[in-house]
Nanobody, 121 residues
C-alpha cells in the first residue's frame, strides 16, 4: 500500500504565498511522476503542475511564472510553491503520484486526500 499525505493549505490574501507538501509512504521503490491537481467547486479536476523523477516539469498555463513544483526523490516528497495567489486559485489541491513501483514490484497510481487553498481578502 502507498499513501500520500498533503499539508500546507489554508487561507491567504490575494498576492500572498503558500507552500504545499506531499509525502508518499509505503514500500516504495520508485515514483516516476508526482504532481498537483486542483478542483474548484463546480469544475473538473485539472492539472496544476507535474514533475518527473528526472525533474522535468510541466505547468498549467494559468500558473506559469507564479507556481514552482519541486521534489525530493530521497524523501518521496513533492512541493508546490505558490506565489502571487489569485482568488481563482481557490480550490482543493490534490497530490498525485503516478507509476509508483513498490518493492514487491506492484505498480500504483495514487491520490492524496486533498488540501483546501482559499485565496480571499
Amino acid at each position: 500500500q502507498v499513501q500520500l499525505v498533503e499539508s500546507g493549505g489554508g487561507l491567504v490574501q490575494p498576492g500572498g504565498s503558500l507552500r504545499l507538501s506531499c509525502v508518499a509512504s509505503g514500500s516504495i521503490f520508485s515514483i516516476y511522476v508526482m504532481g498537483w491537481y486542483r478542483q474548484a467547486p463546480g469544475k473538473q479536476r485539472e492539472l496544476v503542475a507535474s514533475i518527473t523523477s528526472g525533474h522535468s516539469t510541466n505547468y498549467a498555463d494559468s500558473v506559469k511564472g507564479r507556481f514552482t513544483i519541486s521534489r525530493d526523490n530521497a524523501k518521496n516528497t513533492v512541493y508546490l510553491q505558490m506565489n502571487s495567489l489569485k482568488p481563482e486559485d481557490t480550490a482543493v489541491y490534490y497530490c498525485n503520484a503516478d507509476e509508483v513501483f513498490t518493492t514487491d514490484l506492484s505498480q500504483y497510481d495514487c491520490w492524496g486526500q486533498g488540501t483546501q487553498v482559499t485565496v480571499s481578502s
